[in-house]
């Protein structure tokens, strides 16, 4: 167990719809990256956040926002959802933004779009 | 830029056999190296990690990495497979900008036959 948790395990839309995937990081650490992984694309940096602020974008469709609120937590939006949509969607934490903190990452959402 | 190749998207050794993972990365800058280890229905998970110092890095599970510069390669070794090693790994690389931005490689998935 990670300590970082992810809600929910499973979610099944349509397509056009809108989603959000919850994460809460490790207590203690103030950042929090999303991923996304595909069986074609593989994993994929979506985006940072470290403190409240966005750090750094990664491969993050404009249909896809996140946030991380002042208890850390954070969520990440999917809008007008597509079949391509459909894939693993990680959360990470860290202590800090740095380049050599390790990341530990959740045991993720799987995103159904029918 | 930063970048990470994995060779071999599969790879299967007998019980007790070597297992040997290849990874070469592309980096501008001195990289952090990083292993992760992803179980079936699991998030990633940190094998092991490579700063600065010691070319030869230990992580969890018996596994180990040798940092070899002149060939940009960080390659995965443990010298005795066990069947609870099968499971897909990733090569990762940071050092990139000013944030913590992490390449992950396309993984390999790792098999072990009794």
């Known amino acids: 167990d990670s300590g970082v948790t992810q809600t929910p395990k499973h979610l099944i839309t349509a397509t056009g719809q809108r989603v959000t995937l919850r994460c809460s990081p490790r207590?203690?650490?103030?950042?929090v990256y999303w991923y996304q992984q595909s069986l074609d694309q593989g994993l994929q940096f979506l985006i940072q956040?470290?403190?409240?602020?966005?750090?750094a974008k990664g491969n993050i469709l404009e249909r896809f926002s996140a946030q991380q609120f002042p208890d850390l937590h954070s969520e990440l939006n999917l809008s007008s959802l597509e079949l391509g949509d459909s894939a693993l969607y990680f959360c990470?934490?860290?202590?800090?933004?740095?380049?050599?903190?390790?990341?530990?990452f959740g045991p993720g959402t799987r995103l159904t779009v029918l | 830029a930063q970048s990470v190749t994995q060779l071999g998207s599969h790879v299967s050794v007998s019980e007790g056999a070597l297992v040997l993972l290849r990874c070469n990365y592309s980096?501008?800058?001195?990289?952090?190296l990083f292993w992760y280890v992803q179980y079936p229905n699991q998030g990633l998970q940190l094998l092991l990690k490579?700063?600065?110092?010691?070319?030869l890095v230990k992580g969890i599970n018996g596994f180990e990495a040798e940092f070899k510069k002149s060939e940009t390669s960080f390659h995965l070794t443990k010298p005795s497979a066990h069947m609870s090693d099968a499971a897909e790994y990733f090569c990762a690389v940071s050092g990139g900008g000013g944030y913590q931005k992490v390449t992950f490689g396309t993984g390999t998935k790792l098999q072990v036959i009794p």
């Open positions: 490579y700063t600065t110092g010691a070319t």
């Open positions: 207590s203690g650490d103030l950042s």
């Open positions: 980096s501008s800058v001195p990289p952090y």
């Open positions: 990470a934490s860290s202590p800090d933004p740095g380049q050599g903190s390790v990341q530990f």
């Open positions: 956040y470290y403190n409240g602020e966005e750090r």
